[in-house]
Structure formats: structure tokens, C-alpha cells
């Protein structure tokens, strides 16, 4: 049973039949529903496999004819496979191997990336195993490998089929320049070495008037060499009722070797070879951004269990257990600081270079380095659910995702291909049919626009870009959702900004310790951080840090009362001190002077928040806290001024005088204060009227604008921002946002740059091969060459650093 495109395939246990007859019932009946294509059920087995439309009938429909006829079914539970590709040339070959996978009954639906290599699969084990999976694509001729992070398994194998098909290798290749043993080592690079030398000696023979079927003999060697892989691939597309290169290459070819020009063939096929190893070779460094995220965590660490350290591997360490972290070694889990001090190279994860000291109760990342001292952490992340593996496989999606750009030319060469080919049909029947013109003349010339006419340069265009942006700019701390995210940032022509946790810190910071003659300043802070150390309002915790940071030293107090609301108020030395709010000093009786109500009124109007210190009869001074400003938001404001950045604007619902204060510090001139969520919401949607916009926020309270902006940004927590924003800005330096929009619309640049390229590329050689001013050779080297330069010139995203430019 084959499973079309439009059709899926539904194994079923399916008990309570008694004889052959019960399993005949159940077909007869369920063919008898609209969108059922074929059944077929065995009494043996008490099997049913049904092929069915699902636009039409579902699975709970076939399940319930099945239970109304009295027997009883039960549907497999599906399960997931993920597995590394290796050798796929272009988005055609990534589509090949979908179509593949999908005529297997049992596979519910499989999904291949050719950016990446990977591909899902999701199948009823009940009806296709993993080896039939593996069997199929090594029949396709690709070569496959259990991903790691595969689902519903646990692959600890690596499979490597060895075939001689010209996509061979087993992992994405590196560089030519830095693997040249692969050449001689490798199936593919043999190949391609041994039709150079059929083509070089095919050459001589011909070059030396020796006997024409010597010359053909050592031609034809390059031929099948290198040609036999091409051919069986081709021949499964066709099969598939598809049209890629491999097919069009092979029609050339053997056109060619039936027009008697056998040179011509050798070199196509040698040609052809040489092209796609080069490209994928090209690729695949771009593919390996993710895999040095995954190289970052090490297999193993040293765990503290029974009093002992033993090396265990890190899928057996669980929540709430200590590892010991030595200098030099990386950390292996998530976790928490519980003693000891180093710093910590946390690029990886940040994309910060300079380390970061950590004390107990710091958090620390998997894939770090620990550079100096001697560390004990308390896990508190599973192998599978550390930042590091969040971030591998966020970024596999992105580069997996489509971005519109790439989704509008999947659309044209599917609509583009065959009107070639009908147009190569129609250059090899007309002028000969209906102008008496020679047959084989316009035969080759059709030969030629096959060759030169697959949309491989047009396919690959997009994807490289994408892939080479996206692990580029993960290596700076800039993590993008998919393409469509990083192509809509390149067209950003409005960025609103959250104020609390995005702007500023999120937590109160010591503005000015304002004294009122009694005594002096420092005094009154080191009141109010004595009676704060115990208290757990956020406000009091920024008056002890400042105090801690200016060295005071606390005294201890006595008869602590706090006052919910108000503040506190406790013995220190002979008298009794007050720490709080208008509300409290009144309480107490003591009334405060016109100069203090003044200052109280212009704090306020600054946007800061009072908190005022006296004894039992007068108030001695006031400290003003407010929210503290990032030290990057001024600069990042103005790198985005500099990009022209049309509209900028601040969204809190903060009191008016605090939202200005801020602006102003930051260099924004438009603000709104005192928004409700629905409020931003609103302002988002104004905002889009006139152009694409952005959203910045902390992942926390903003998830409505988020949701409603063209595009949202999220700094702060990780695990938050992860499920919220479109791009994650890890580390929270919103210096990286003019790195995301730069590289965005270096990206945008890149690929219109790609398909402009390819389409006049195909344009001109199509025209010039239909008029007989190109040949097969040429063709081929305009079709390869086309495509090894879109790649390099998106792999020059890869490079792209500087967050600044």
C-alpha cells in the first residue's frame, strides 16, 4: 500500500473477530465511508491498516464504524524519531526524502530540513519500525544518524549506512580546505576522483587518435562511476512522479551518449559531481554553528554522593544533587552555587567574553567554564531541560522554519520546473515536426535548458542565509524563532519598548540620602539600614545593599515592630528610630515641616519613592529610591537612532512623571504612562496602521503587545522569555537589539541579492542554450557554479560579529 499526498495511513489493533469473514465485514464496511481509499484488514494479526483522506474522515470516525459493528480497536500510540541526514544537495533532495518516508504505511508524517539536515518523523510503531525508516532512506541513497535529542528514544548507536550513492557521508562534512582526506577516504570524493581520471584518460586516447571505443571505454567509466548514483536517484523521483536535478542530469546525459558525444557526458557527469560535493561541503559549516552548542556540555561530571565524588553521566544526575567543579573544567548542569568563588566564562550562553564571579547562591549554565576557583553546585535542571539544551533546540527550529521569503520560492520552482520541462519537450518536437529542423540538433539544445533550467541555486538561496544568520547570531546572544523573525526584523520601521524590567532593572536602587540639619547623611542611611535587615520589602533590601556597598557598619537593634503598609520602627542605642512612610509618622504624632513636605513633593514628582527616617519626635532625613536605569539602555536607544529607526517609543503603566524621567535619560522623546495591558495592546495596534512594529519587553507582564506586535523581543529571565517573544535577547544587553535589526536587514539584502542572481543567472543561460551558444558542459558549470555562489555569499552572514555596525 503506497500513500499519496493527500492521504494518510492509520494502523489498528482491532480485536474481537472470530473469523476471516469478521475481517472482510470490517473492510466492506469501512470502505464504505467518504475519504476511505483502501483497507486492509487481517484476521491473523487482528490488523486493519487504513489509507485515508483526512480532509474528508478522521481516525475517530474509522474507530467508531469499527466499534458500531461490535468489535473493539485500538489506535497504536504514535511515536517520534528525529534523525541527522547526511548529503542532501538542495531543498529538492530534502523534499525526495519526505515523499519517501511518506510512502511508508505506518509513517503518519514526516518533515525534512534541508537547512539543517534533520528530519522528523512521526509513525505508528505498530505498523513501521525504525529499521524499515533507516532502510528506506539508504534506498533513497542519503545516509542517516539518530539524533540525540530524538524523542521517545534512546539512541546510543549511530547509524552509517555504507551505500554508494553520490549524497555519501555519514555527518555534515567540514570545509574541503581543512578534510582533503575525504577525498580518498570517502565514497563520494572517490567517485568524483576516479571520473576525473576516466574524463583525463578518455582525453588522451581521444588527444592520440587511438581507437574511438578506448577513448569511450575510459569516458564511460567516469560515467557509471560517478553517474550511477545520479541515475538511481533520478530514476526514484521519477518513480515519485517528481523532477530534480538528478533526473534532469540524467536524461542529459544518457541524451548525450545517444547523440554520440561521449566527452561531453563524462564531463557533465564529472562536472556535476565535482559541484555538488563542493556545495555540500560549503553548507555543511554552516550547520555546525549548532553543533558546537551541543559539543559545550560535557558527557560526564563529578557528583558528591555518600560522602565520595564519582564521575557519573550527566542523564543520571538528578534535581537537588552537588557537583564539584574544578578550574578548567566546564559546568554540566544548570545549577546553583552553594559554596566557593570563580569566575565563570559564560559566552556560550550570553555571548558576554568577559567572565562572571560567581559566589554561593549564583546561578550557573551548562556549557560554561570555569576559570579559577574550586565550585560546588546544586543541580537544579535535568540534562534535557538545561538553558543550553532550550537553546539548541530553539535554534534547530529556527533554522528549520521557512521564512517568506524561502515559502514564496518553494511555490515558484514548483511551478517553474515542469513548465521547463514541457518547454524542453516542445524545443525537441517543433522545430524538427513543423521547420524540417535536424532532430538532434534541437534534441541537445533541449538536453541543455534541462540542465540549466533546475531551480537548485534559486532553492538553496534562502535557507543558507537563514541557517548562517541564525548561528551567527546565536554565537553573540541573539536568538531568533525561525526565518520569518529574522526577515520581519530587517523591516522594522517602529520599536516600542516595556519600561519596568526592560528599560530599567525591575528593582529599586538608592537614588539620594537627603539629611535635614540634625544629622548628617550617613547617619541616616545607617538608621534605616539597621532597622531594615530585617525586612524583606524590596525597598529596605536597596537601603541595606547601598549601605553594605558604603562599608556601614549595622548595629544590632532591639524591640522591632513593623507596621504593614507603613514601615517600621525599632531601638537603636537609647532612642527608638522610624522608617517608613507619611502614613507611619503620622501614626506616631509627629508632623512634618513645610521645607519636608516640599521635598517629599519634589521626590515624588521625579519619580522616586520617599522613604522617610526620624526618632520619636522629628523626621531627620529622607532617601529617595527609584526603579535603576540599565546601564546599556541609553547606548542601545542610540544605536537604534542610528539605523534610522522611524518611531521609537516607552509603554508603562507607571505614573506620568516617572515615565518621563525615564525617557528622558534614555533618549526617547515619545512616552505613555499609566497603561493598563489592554492598554499597550492597543497602542500596538495603532502603531501597525502605519508599519511593521516591534515589541520589547521583560517576557513577564507583557505577553499581550508581545503577541500583537509584528515582532516581540524579549530580555530577562530565559525560561520566560524562551516561550514569549519571537527573539530572545539572552544575558538582557539591549545593545543587542541594533545587532538583530542590523543583521536582519544584512540578511534581507543577502537573499534578495541570491534570488535576483539566480533567476537572471537562469534567465540568460536559458536563453543562450536554447539559441545553441552554450553546451552541456557550460550549462552544468552555469547550474553548480550559480549554486556554490549563493551559498558562499550567505555564509558571509556567518561571519557577521560586531554588534555595533
Known sequence: MTQSSSSKTQALQVSGMDCGSCAKTIAASLQQLNGVQEVAVSFATGRAVVSYNPNLVNTAEIKNRITVLGYTVDVATPKTLQIQIGGMDCGSCAKTIEVGLQQIVGVNEASVSFATGRSQIDYDPQAVNETKIYEQ?????????????????????????????????????????????????????????????????????????????????????GIIVAGYPIARAGLFELRLRRADMNLLMTISVIGAVALGDWLEAALVVFLFSLGTTLQVFTF????????????????????????????????NIRVGETLTIRPGQRVALDGVVTSGTSAIDQSPITGESIPEDKAPGDAVFAGTLNQTGFLTVKVTHVANDTTVAKIIHLVEEAQSSRAPTQQWVDKFAQIYTPIVILSAIAITLIPPLIFAQPFNVWLYRALVMLVIACPCALVISTPVSIVSAIGAATRQ?????????????????????????????????????????????????????????QSEHPLGKAIVATAKAQKLKLETIENFTAYPGKGVTAQFGENRYLVGNRRLFAEFGITLSTAATSLLTEIENLGQTPVLVGNSQNLLGIIALADGLRLEAAPAVQMLQRLKMRHLVMLTGDRTAVAQQIAQQVGITEYQAE??????????????????????????????????????????GIDIA????????????????????????????????????????KGLFLLLGTFGFVGLAIAVLADTGTSLLVTANGMRLFKAKTREE
Not at 574541503?176 to 576522483?193: D, K, P
Not at 539629611?515 to 545607617?526: P, Q, R, T, Y
Not at 524562551?722 to 544584512?746: F, H
Open 675 to 716: 497603561l493598563l495591558p489592554e492598554d499597550k495592546l492597543q497602542v500596538i495596534q495603532q502603531l501597525r496602521q502605519s508599519g511593521v512594529v516591534g515589541m520589547v519587553g521583560d517576557g513577564i507582564n507583557d505577553a499581550p503587545a508581545l503577541a500583537a506586535a509584528d515582532i516581540s523581543f524579549a530580555v530577562g
Open 137 to 221: 532512506i539508504q534506498a533513497l541513497g542519503y545516509t542517516v544518524e539518530p539524533s540525540p535529542e530524538a524523542t521517545n528514544h534512546d539512541h546510543s548507536h549511530t547509524c552509517d549506512h555504507d551505500h554508494e550513492h553520490h549524497h555519501k557521508h555519514a555527518h555534515p562534512p567540514q570545509p574541503a580546505a581543512s578534510n582533503w582526506q575525504f577525498w580518498i577516504t570517502n565514497r563520494r570524493g572517490q567517485s568524483v576522483i576516479l571520473a576525473g581520471i576516466g574524463l583525463f584518460l578518455g582525453l588522451i586516447a581521444q588527444g592520440l587518435a587511438l581507437p574511438i571505443w578506448l577513448a569511450r571505454a575510459f569516458y564511460g567509466i
Open 477 to 533: 546572544g541573539v536568538l531568533f524563532k525561525g526565518g520569518h523573525a529574522l526577515e520581519t526584523a530587517g523591516h522594522l520601521t517602529s520599536l516600542a519598548f516595556d519600561k519596568t524590567g526592560t528599560l530599567t532593572q525591575g528593582e529599586p536602587v538608592l537614588q539620594k540620602v537627603y539629611e535635614l540639619g540634625e544629622v548628617s547623611a550617613d547617619f541616616v542611611l545607617l538608621i534605616a539600614a539597621a532597622l531594615e535587615q
Open 284 to 315: 555543511g559549516r554552516t550547520r555546525n554553528a549548532i553543533r558546537g552548542l551541543m559539543d559545550l556540555t560535557p558527557p560526564t561530571a563529578t557528583v558528591q554522593r555518600n560522602d565520595q565524588e564519582v564521575t557519573v553521566a550527566v542523564e
Open 722 to 761: 524562551l516561550e514569549t517573544a519571537d527573539v530572545v535577547l539572552v544575558g538582557s544587553d539591549l545593545k543587542r537589539l541594533a545587532y538583530a535589526v542590523t543583521l536582519s536587514r544584512r540578511t534581507v539584502s543577502v537573499i534578495q541579492q541570491n534570488v535576483v542572481f539566480s533567476l537572471v543567472t
